[in-house]
């Protein structure tokens, strides 16, 4: 087979060209570090170089979660811990303001303050995470959830929505908490639902009125009872005399206290009612003279603390002879005394912690998933790195024997490429 000069060098030129895309290929890949510059380098290790960037890109993206929803589980604790600290505070203003050695203006100052932990609430009840969005307002994030309006009442406009945020390919956690239940639905000590700000005002009406009205009114064995009615309806309260205690529940339409005085006589208490000339006044006798006692009154229709009682008994102890032994004595419905607010802020706290032992499982769960991730993405990364980095010591080696071969090779066509017809005459 004969080759002529024009066909060798082209061919030259050929594999030189070839050699030449060779070390520039492999210069690449040592100047970028990388062993896959293109697909085509390695298609198999391509195709999972690029399956495996998917995974890393959806770990970082679940790890961006998981801090996401720990800064925002950390700010509705530090919010829950504020809030616990507000109700601790409006506690020590109850057992304060229920002192008797307090006047009205006194209780009139602890009021004041109550008043003021309302807006405190409302402030927290409104709380914002980094990025502006409600903490409380479940899906309306952008929407303040707990509005006052021209009465002073607060009103929930969030929804019962709770945010979530996908932390694994199987798993979302809920980063916030529903504010409706949070702060208009803790369950009371008899398990009905009490608003947050409902109970602060109960609070305030309560101290303002405690100088007014007793726990419970007492007489040696002779007083004078009056009522005032503006809730007709059932009223019950426990009556003590000498033979002992029972509740007494009787439906009281109007002023009449007819009905109440023949409940009274049957029960077993040993306390006997009668009315006076007015009418309106019952007279309550214990045969021996005992203790005789009325406390836990429940009136139709009050179910919170009023700013002003509009129902009540008022009890005048009395000698035998029917003169006044000191002052008369309020009983104002049970929702109106200090000690039941004192119960329904035990209920608040216990409301309160509920939900803050519910925060630190999410939080804590978050922690461990975090340690997962990072542990994923770091492996993640080892085959990312085997598949993509670079060996440099075997590029280096590679390149070098390539360029002594190039050489050879150039240095051999030169002297090639120099014979001609009359260097074989010779």
Known sequence: MQISSKLFNQQQLKQFSSTTEELQNIQNKIASGENILRASDDPVSAVELSALNVVQKQIEQYERNVNSASDRLSGIDKNLENLSNVMIRAQELI?????DVLGASDREAIALEVDEMKEEILNIANAQDSNGSYLFGGYKTNNIPFVKDIAGNINYEGDRGIASLSISETRVMETTLDGGTLFQAIKGPEEQNISIFKMLENISNSIRTASSG??????????????????PGVWSFDLTGNLGSETITVEIMGEDPSELVKQINLSSTGVQASIEDDG???????A????????NLSIYGIDDAQKDPTSFFTVQPTDGSGNKIGG?????????LPAKQIDNIASTQIHISNNRGKIGARSNSLLRQGELLSNRRLGVEKDVSDLKDADLATLVTNLQSMLTTMQASQQSFVKISQLNLFDYLR
């Open 328 to 336: 008369s004595q309020k009983l104002f419905d049970s929702n109106q």
């Open 95 to 99: 057992i304060q303001a229920s002192s």
């Open 288 to 295: 021996v003279n005992g203790p005789l006692e009325i406390k």
């Open 280 to 286: 309106k006044t019952i007279k309550l006798t214990d």
């Open 214 to 231: 007793v726990n419970a009114v007492q007489s040696k064995g002779v007083a004078e009872l009056t009522f005032e009615n503006k809730n």
